[in-house]
């Protein structure tokens, strides 16, 4: 069993850059896939990224490619998501997760574990 615990959010300007961590318990980090996932305010939450076990292997959705990068530092047991060029759309609570085995996914099903979310604020 993993633990996930998010930080790094808070309010920011439109333009500007925010990275989330993602920090995991447990000595087997490097045997889960990785994602992360928001919810707005009034909406579904949904997927932004994923990274396989290795980090080899990445994953975005369409509104955050060229702005978001994620990656991890299985050492360190933590997995981060850089995110540059914030728009006030990107407001919402963003949520990391973790999945067995190597596959990444879109799919919030196929994980397995969840954080507890950090507030990422953007202002026009």
């Known amino acids: 069993q993993v633990q996930l615990v998010e930080s790094g959010g808070g309010l920011v300007q439109a333009g500007g850059s925010l990275r989330l961590s993602c920090a995991a318990s447990?000595?087997?980090?490097?045997?889960?896939?990785m994602g992360w996932f928001r919810q707005a305010p009034g909406k579904e939450r949904e997927f932004v990224s994923a990274i396989s076990r290795s980090g080899g292997s990445t994953d975005y959705a369409d509104s955050v490619k060229g702005r978001f990068a994620i990656s991890r530092d299985n050492a360190k047991n933590t997995v981060y998501l850089q995110m540059n060029s914030l728009k006030p759309e990107d407001t919402a609570v963003y949520y990391c997760?973790?999945?067995?085995?190597?596959?990444?996914?879109?799919?919030?099903?196929?994980?397995?574990?969840w954080g507890q979310g950090t507030q990422v604020t953007v202002s026009s």
């Open positions: 997760a973790a999945r067995t085995g190597n596959l990444i996914g879109r799919t919030q099903g196929w994980y397995d574990y």
């Open positions: 447990g000595r087997t980090f490097s045997s889960y896939a």
